[in-house]
């Protein structure tokens, strides 16, 4: 297989542009007129960002502050996994993660979606949380980045090691 062409389809983001995003989005909760007096706040909690106000109106809007920061820090809105705002004593709390890599379900569609869909010979192989693509032909690899850019994917892919 020398003579093969590959890349690899990966969904990755970039931990500090996240916590630049974290950390903008709560320096802005913390000067805005709207959110004085409603204790609003968001933060690390582990790996997760925990989001938290005196409503449920207020935590979705730290959310929508936070959204607002990730776009602008180039993170696609599909890295991030939501949980629902829930009361919390006197306060309501919001859950996020950031998803790193492609799960093995959404690695299964992608290479569905290459086998059924995808210029013949081309191989799509599951490893780990990444998938490596081979053809022969290169022009046969650009097809298939540019089938998968027109999909509306549940996450959010890069292209890499292209040889």
């Known amino acids: 297989m020398a003579g093969d062409s590959s890349f690899d389809i990966v969904s990755k983001v970039d931990k500090q542009e996240a916590d630049n995003a974290l950390n903008q989005a709560a320096k802005e909760i913390g000067s805005r007129y709207d959110f004085k007096g409603t204790d609003a706040s968001i933060a690390w909690s582990g790996e997760k960002v925990m989001m938290k106000a005196v409503s449920e109106d207020r935590v979705k809007a730290v959310l929508d502050v936070f959204e607002s920061k990730l776009i602008k820090r180039g993170i696609s809105l599909k890295s991030l996994d939501l949980g629902e705002p829930y009361p919390s004593g006197k306060e309501f ?46 022009d046969d690899l650009q097809d298939v980045i540019s089938l998968l850019k027109g999909k509306d994917l549940d996450v959010d892919v890069q292209f890499t090691n292209y040889r």
């Open 93 to 138: 709390r919001l859950e996020a993660s950031i998803k790193d890599g492609i799960d093995q379900d959404n690695a299964k569609k992608i290479s569905k979606i290459i086998r059924e869909e995808g210029p013949k010979g081309v191989k799509a192989q599951i490893q780990g949380d990444e998938l490596r693509v081979t053809s022969k032909k290169r």
